[in-house]
Nanobody, 124 residues
Framework: QVQLVESGGGLVQAGGSLRLSCAAS????????MGWFRQAPGKLREFVAA????????SYADSVKGRFTISRDNAKNTVSLQMNSLKPEDTAVYYC?????????????????WGQGTQVTVSS
């Protein structure tokens, strides 16, 4: 079992930046592929980014590529999402999630553990 807690969300103007963090407890994150997902009101939860166990491989949704950067610090048991050049369409609740598989997955169903989410609101 692993417990995940996100932080760092908030209200920002378009073009601004936010850094989300995900802290884990219960088990070391180094045994999980980690991902960030988001869910806007009335929409399905969608993939944002994923990072391999050692941080050597990353994957991004096309909508955030070049603007968002996922990273991890296994010594601190944390995963982060740096979000730059934010747009109003980035407004959503952002979730971090842990996947026991080795490959990078874009699918909600592959992730076993989820945080409670943190709200990101981008004003135009």
């Amino acid at each position: 079992q692993v417990q995940l807690v996100e932080s760092g969300g908030g209200l920002v103007q378009a073009g601004g930046s936010l850094r989300l963090s995900c802290a884990a407890s219960g088990r070391t994150l180094s045994t999980y592929t980690m991902g960030w997902f988001r869910q806007a009101p009335g929409k399905l939860r969608e993939f944002v980014a994923a990072i391999s166990r050692n941080g050597g491989r990353t994957s991004y949704a096309d909508s955030v590529k070049g603007r968002f950067t996922i990273s991890r610090d296994n010594a601190k048991n944390t995963v982060s999402l740096q979000m730059n050049s934010l747009k109003p369409e980035d407004t959503a609740v952002y979730y971090c999630a842990a996947d026991p598989h080795l490959y990078l997955s874009n699918y909600v169903r592959d992730y076993d553990y989820w945080g409670q989410g943190t709200q990101v609101t981008v004003s135009s």
